[in-house]
Antibody
Framework: EVQLVESGGVVVQPGGSLRLSCAASGFTFKDYTIHWVRQAPGKGLEWVSLISWDGTSPYHADSVKGRFTISRDNGKNSLHLQMNSLKTEDTAFYYC???????????????WGQGTLVTVSS | IVLTQSPGTLSLSPGERATLSCRASRRVNSNNLAWYQQKPGQAPRLLIYDASSRATGIPDRFSGSGSATDFTLTISRLEPEDFAVYYCQQYGSSPRTFGQGTNVEIK
C-alpha cells in the first residue's frame, strides 16, 4: 500500500522558517516525481513545488519561488520542503503527492498524504 | 493555464445526474486533464485522468469527457457518498494548475 506521511507543520511567525518532511513507503520512491500541494483552510488546491525522480529538476510556483526549496533523499525515501521568509498567506495544509507515472512523464496525482498544517501568524 | 470550473455549487438529490464543467484558458496538452474528489477533512482522491480514464477502484457512475479547452465530469446517479467538492487539474504543462472547485451538495 502506498503511504505518504507528512510532518513538521507548526505555528510560526511571519518571516520565520520551517522544514516539512514526507516519509514515503509502498512504492519505488526513487522512480517517481513528487510534489507539494497546499490548501488554505476552506479554500482550493494550489500546486507548490515538484522534484523529479532523480532530484535534478526542482520547480516551484511563482508564489513561493526564492523562498521555498524542495529536496529529496532517495536513500531514505523522504521528501522535504524548506520554507523561508514565511508570509501569512502561506498558511495552509501541505500535502505530499505522488505522480501516477514513473520517470517524470506528465501524469496526474494518484496518491496523497494526509497533510500537515502550517500556520503563519504573529 | 487557468482552469475555470462551473457551477461553483451544484445542489442535487441522491439519484440525480450531476454535470460539472471545467474550461481551460488555452489548450490542454494531450488532454492531460484530471478530476479529483475531496470530502471534508480528507485529502483529494483521483477519479479521472487523461480526460476520460477512470482511476483504479472508481465506480463507473463517474465519467469524464471533453478535449482541448472544454471538459466535463458526469456522475450518472448520485450516491450519498458522492456529495463532496470536485477539482479539475491540468498536468500537461508547468505549472500544473487546479480549478477552483465545484461543491456538489445535497438539495
Amino acid at each position: 500500500e502506498v503511504q505518504l506521511v507528512e510532518s513538521g507543520g507548526v505555528v510560526v511567525q511571519p518571516g520565520g522558517s520551517l522544514r516539512l518532511s514526507c516519509a514515503a513507503s509502498g512504492f519505488t520512491f526513487k522512480d517517481y516525481t513528487i510534489h507539494w500541494v497546499r490548501q488554505a483552510p476552506g479554500k482550493g488546491l494550489e500546486w507548490v513545488s515538484l522534484i523529479s525522480w532523480d532530484g535534478t529538476s526542482p520547480y516551484h510556483a511563482d508564489s513561493v519561488k526564492g523562498r521555498f526549496t524542495i529536496s529529496r533523499d532517495n536513500g531514505k525515501n523522504s521528501l522535504h520542503l524548506q520554507m523561508n521568509s514565511l508570509k501569512t498567506e502561506d498558511t495552509a495544509f501541505y500535502y505530499c503527492v505522488k505522480d501516477q507515472g514513473a520517470y517524470g512523464v506528465y501524469s496526474p496525482f494518484d496518491a496523497w498524504g494526509q497533510g500537515t498544517l502550517v500556520t503563519v501568524s504573529s | 493555464i487557468v482552469l475555470t470550473q462551473s457551477p461553483g455549487t451544484l445542489s442535487l438529490s441522491p439519484g440525480e445526474r450531476a454535470t460539472l464543467s471545467c474550461r481551460a484558458s488555452r489548450r490542454v496538452n494531450s488532454n492531460n486533464l484530471a478530476w479529483y474528489q475531496q470530502k471534508p477533512g480528507q485529502a483529494p482522491r483521483l477519479l479521472i485522468y487523461d480526460a476520460s480514464s477512470r482511476a483504479t477502484g472508481i465506480p463507473d457512475r463517474f465519467s469524464g469527457s471533453g478535449s482541448a479547452t472544454d471538459f466535463t465530469l458526469t456522475i450518472s446517479r448520485l450516491e450519498p457518498e458522492d456529495f463532496a467538492v470536485y477539482y479539475c487539474q491540468q498536468y500537461g504543462s508547468s505549472p500544473r494548475t487546479f480549478g477552483q472547485g465545484t461543491n456538489v451538495e445535497i438539495k
